[in-house]
């Protein structure tokens, strides 16, 4: 029936607008563990992609790894046809087996149905679910990171956007029985009746700041099937998130570097348990300098200590200095407090002078720009709420550091699309 190991049992929820759904499922538990539950939800690559990782999890916990219906011969009722239900049938299934304190992760699209998950969780009277852990999570259009119809892909081309080290994880089509290839096309259905072709659904990324479960969103660096910006969107959208980034592993970092992984959500699983939090000291000479020149821009909190609700830079701008076109931002808020100098802000067809110790905030849609038309430097200090912007300096500075180093404006532009940032190019840019 399916490619794990363990042994498997089949129970039949009810869901309300479904009927019901058999589900397939591996118990490692008994109801008399001491331990967490752990719901692990695989993605499309099928449930013998988490059953490994499985054993890195405490033992003392119950941990119930489904096999999403339809896939690995599982029957799929016509009617389960989207995340959403899916998510609402492991809700069912959850409070059916009777467990509590439960974490869920998830990989992929089963990262997907566990923000779906977390979602309807958090509107729950009274809910199972403490925690929720997306592991490379599908589920979100963003601007400028599209993501590959994996129905259109051959094994190899999956192997090559799906690991940081790919050879180790080729599937050659030449070897595969005929019953592999129709297991394989099969879960491709499975997984197209769930996603569609996107693997994404428009109203997630507006929806997910009403999840009020605490949330870890974890990314392979390497990850070329859903690249990087859909997680810094998932940590900037949930309110609180922490996101981690494991650097040598791609779309699955479960089979690429499971004990990072592991350690990632045991030490969330801490800190969200309510163990004091770490503190961040920056010193004057510290931060991560993203941009050098007559703009200098220092980041002083990146959001990983605030779990990205908020983000600090430092910007100085030298005397007589344009600052960038006028642009809007759509998913968060900006301040600059100015410590020293004053600065020139552009809001529109409105320009004013900000002395030191002048405060100006930005809502979301204004257009606006910074500059300095004095004599002597201007420092201003940054906010970002939630801290979503910060990583579109890193950006910058990673493609000035390309051969030439030179940006064209419609680079710039795609840059910041990817971060709900647009010019606004109905207003000049002021002088210096």
Not at 28 to 39: D, E, H, I, K, Y
Not at 74 to 97: E, N
């Amino acid at each position: 029936m399916t490619s794990t190991s363990r042994p498997l049992s089949t129970r039949t929820v009810t869901v309300d607008g479904l009927g019901p759904v058999p589900v397939t499922f591996s118990d490692t538990g008994s109801p008399a563990n001491t331990g967490q539950s752990v719901l692990l939800l695989h993605g499309g690559a099928g449930p013998l992609s988490v059953a490994g990782f499985a054993e890195l999890l405490p033992a003392n916990e119950r941990v119930i790894v489904p096999v999403h219906p339809g896939f690995d011969g599982t029957p799929r009722p016509p009617q389960l046809a989207s995340v959403r239900a899916l998510a609402a049938v492991y809700a069912q299934l959850v409070r059916d087996l009777g467990l509590t304190g439960i974490r869920v992760i998830g990989n992929s699209v089963g990262g997907w149905i566990a923000a779906e998950l977390a979602l309807a969780e958090s509107a729950a009277a009274a809910s199972p679910v403490s925690s929720v852990v997306l592991v490379d999570a599908a589920g979100l259009q963003v601007d400028g990171a599209p993501v590959p119809d994996v129905s259109r892909l051959a094994p190899d081309q999956i192997a090559q956007l799906s690991y940081f080290s790919p050879e180790k994880f080729r599937i050659d089509p030449a070897t595969m029985t005929d019953q592999q290839r129709a297991g394989r096309a099969a879960n491709f259905g499975a997984l197209a009746a769930y996603g569609g072709s996107s693997m994404a659904d428009p109203t997630l990324l507006d929806r997910l700041p009403a999840v009020a479960i605490p949330a870890l969103v974890v990314w392979g660096a390497a990850d070329r099937m859903i690249p990087i910006e859909h997680g810094r969107a998932y940590a900037a959208a949930i309110p609180g998130a922490r996101f981690a980034l494991i650097e040598e592993a791609g779309h699955l970092p479960q089979l690429e570097a499971p004990a990072q992984l592991a350690a990632v959500i045991a030490e969330f699983a801490t800190e969200s348990a309510g163990h004091p939090a770490r503190v961040s000291v920056v010193e004057p000479e510290d931060g991560d300098i993203a941009l050098t020149g007559p703009i200098r821009l220092r980041i002083l909190e990146d959001g990983s200590t605030t779990s990205h609700r908020l983000g600090i830079a430092e910007i100085t701008i030298a005397p007589h200095t344009a600052g960038p076109p006028q642009h809007r931002h759509a998913r968060h808020d900006e301040g600059f407090y100015v410590v020293a100098g004053t600065a020139q802000f552009t809001v529109g067809d409105d320009s004013y002078l900000a002395g030191q110790g002048s405060l100006v905030m930005v809502p979301p849609g204004a257009p606006h720009t910074f500059g300095n038309a004095g004599d002597e430097p201007v420092v201003l200090l940054n906010t970002f709420t939630p801290d979503l912007y910060v990583q579109y300096f890193r950006d910058l500075r990673a493609m000035l550091a390309t051969p030439g180093g030179q940006l064209p404006p419609q680079a710039i532009v795609d840059v910041m699309a990817r971060y709900g940032t647009e010019p606004a190019t109905e207003y000049a840019t002021p002088s210096g």
